[in-house]
């Protein structure tokens, strides 16, 4: 199993500029959730997807948008991207409450 | 939301155990104690959770103190592999909580060879 997978591994915008990030799963989880780290913080849950067809905002969703595409896949989409979403952006997914599995990040400038 | 509060840093020698504090005062009934850790330029790996009573898996143990006001992860022997970011996460058993884990800084584990 891959786990979970995230492309692209790095990404350089401009400001202004838009993108989406993709994120798959292999593990047939139910919920998947994209989080933001900025350097020297915790991680913080910009949207979540509780199961296929149902997604919500986390803690700071302002400039981005998702899209469950099906139970594997759950994109997050920057329309117009700020320099303050410069971060690395991880995915995650889960079966049950308990753990979370992460792929290994995508680490976006916006300059 | 309840809170956690973690020490910034720890050390610890290789073989050596390793404890990791965490205070959470403010917990409600239905708040699972989680651990995660993250290695450098790693996405968090889940290590433990637990609620009332301590735990153990392969990984790391998890003593929980009788108030629930505090706990503790117990890494028996640590190694290199373990130098990571430690976070004490938690985590809500229900409602529009669902899932949702609140990362604080975390406590930096250095060991020493």
């Known amino acids: 199993n891959a786990g979970v997978t995230q492309t692209p591994k790095f990404q350089v915008l401009k400001t202004g500029q838009s993108m989406t990030l993709q994120c798959a799963q292999d593990?047939?989880?139910?919920?998947m959730y994209w989080y933001r780290q900025d350097p020297g913080m915790g991680l913080r849950l910009i949207y979540y997807?509780?199961?296929?067809?149902?997604?919500d905002k986390g803690e700071v969703p302002n400039g981005y948008n998702v899209s469950r595409l099906n139970k594997r896949e759950f994109s997050l989409r920057l329309e117009s991207a700020a320099p303050s979403q410069t971060s690395v952006y991880f995915c995650?997914?889960?079966?049950?409450?308990?753990?979370?599995?992460f792929g290994p990040g995508t680490r976006l400038t916006v300059t | 939301d309840a809170k956690t509060t973690q020490p910034n840093s720890m050390e610890s020698n290789e073989e050596e155990p390793v404890h990791l504090p965490c205070n959470h005062s403010?917990?409600?009934?239905?708040?699972?104690i989680h651990w995660y850790r993250q290695l450098p330029s790693q996405g968090p790996e889940y290590v433990i959770h637990?609620?009332?009573s301590n735990v153990n898996n392969r990984m790391a143990s998890l003593a929980i103190a009788e108030d629930r006001k505090s706990s503790t992860l117990i890494l028996h022997r640590a190694t290199l592999r373990d130098a990571a970011v430690y976070y004490c996460?938690?985590?809500?058993?229900?409602?529009?909580?669902?899932?949702?884990?609140?990362f604080g800084q975390g406590t930096i584990l250095t060991v020493h060879p």
């Open positions: 996460i938690l985590r809500k058993s229900g409602g529009t909580s669902y899932g949702k884990l609140t």
């Open positions: 593990m047939n989880h139910n919920s």
């Open positions: 637990g609620l009332t």
């Open positions: 995650a997914s889960s079966h049950t409450r308990w753990e979370q599995y």
């Open positions: 403010t917990i409600s009934g239905t708040d699972y």
């Open positions: 997807s509780a199961s296929e067809g149902t997604t």
